[in-house]
């Protein structure tokens, strides 16, 4: 698998871009703006999501979808979790063009982490549903502890690679790794990908905390329920219990949770800190996926019957205008009940 497209030129799909071209595989980053793909030409890099960062001289960058999707081998979808149905519409079409008889790629992969909100899909899902039907069982997902910035500087980082199809995961396992990026594999495609959304919720949450000045012993508590509730839908949706303590699960919820490079940690720090949601967003250049996910999440939790109270407050806070003071006193005041009796149930 040497000609890769990647879909969306934020910080992630840029870095993944660039690991990419950076192993010598011929890959193809397409931005839908073309004054952003004009400029990443021209400047060889991407001042306003990744800064700094050089781009390969390898790295072909386009604004023309179609030349990111034709005849390569792999798939990458990077895009923001709310528009990802109309980018796959996008490429849906370039692919079913009875004039280009293009080759379907071998492999669809989403690095998006998201549920979509009206549907309550996973991004694999929609994928699914949304592509032609041929491409059924080569959709996979990547997830994991993974700041752009981070992967792009070439940190020691590990994530995993999810597909239903082990040999699929495999070959995506050989095309990702480098010798800064170790991939694992996992056949749990349902739960990989919701430990990837989900663990945003809970960074706003772990945000809010700390915006309010509550100490590391506060963030413990919520990172560790958090993982308990999210558990507790991932099992009530078929996930492997065990994929969440994993690196798409406590890993991600982890590193979200306490990086100082965390979108939805720093809009949960500015919640605490007494901003309204909207000054927030009207403050971001950069999509913090938490906020359309806590609502997925909360009418998931309604519609599955799964119990999860540190969801619920923060869907509450950001869309009920709930006072976050209040948020911590109902989760704290809610009747005592055994640890670990209610992790799976």
Not at 225 to 240: D, I, K, Q, T
Not at 259 to 269: E, M
């Amino acid at each position: 698998m040497r000609r890769i497209g990647v879909l969306g030129a934020g910080s992630w799909g840029t870095a993944l871009a660039i690991l990419l071209a950076s192993k010598g595989i011929d890959t193809v980053l397409w931005a839908r703006s073309r004054q952003l793909a004009r400029q990443m030409r021209d400047g060889r890099e991407n001042v306003p999501y990744l800064p700094g960062v050089e781009l390969p001289a390898e790295l072909k960058i386009t604004s023309d979808i179609s030349k990111a999707v034709l005849n390569r081998e792999v798939i990458l979808f990077v895009v923001p979790s709310h528009g990802l149905r109309e980018v796959a519409i996008q490429v849906s079409r370039q692919l079913n063009n009875p004039e280009q008889l293009p080759d379907l790629p071998h492999a669809v992969v989403s690095a998006t982490k998201g549920i979509e909100k009206r549907t309550l899909l996973t991004m694999a899902e929609v994928l699914e549903e949304v592509l032609p039907s041929r491409l059924r069982g080569r959709i996979a997902a990547l997830s994991g502890p993974s700041f752009a910035k981070e992967v792009a500087s070439l940190v020691p980082t590990a994530v995993t690679i999810a597909s239903a199809d082990h040999r699929l995961c495999l070959d995506l396992q050989s095309l990702f790794a480098t010798g800064t990026f170790r991939v694992y594999t996992s056949l749990d495609l349902v739960g990989v990908q919701l430990g990837g959304a989900l663990k945003n919720v809970i960074a706003i949450a772990s945000g809010i905390s700390d915006g309010m000045g509550f100490g590391t012993n506060s963030r413990a508590a919520l990172i560790t329920r958090g993982l308990a509730e999210m558990s507790r839908l991932g099992v009530r949706l078929g996930a492997n219990p065990l994929t969440f303590a994993g690196l798409a699960g406590l890993g991600d919820l982890v590193l979200t949770c306490t990086g100082n490079l965390s979108r939805n940690r720093r809009v949960g720090l500015k919640l605490g800190q007494g901003h309204s949601i909207k000054s927030i967003l009207q403050g971001m250049s950069m999509v913090a996926e938490g906020i359309n996910t806590s609502s997925s999440a909360y009418a998931m939790a309604e519609r599955y019957k799964v119990d999860m109270p540190i969801t619920n407050q923060v869907f509450r806070v950001l869309y009920e205008g709930h006072d976050p003071k209040d948020a911590v006193k109902e989760l704290l005041m809610r009747p005592p009940r055994q640890e670990l009796g209610d992790l799976l149930a």
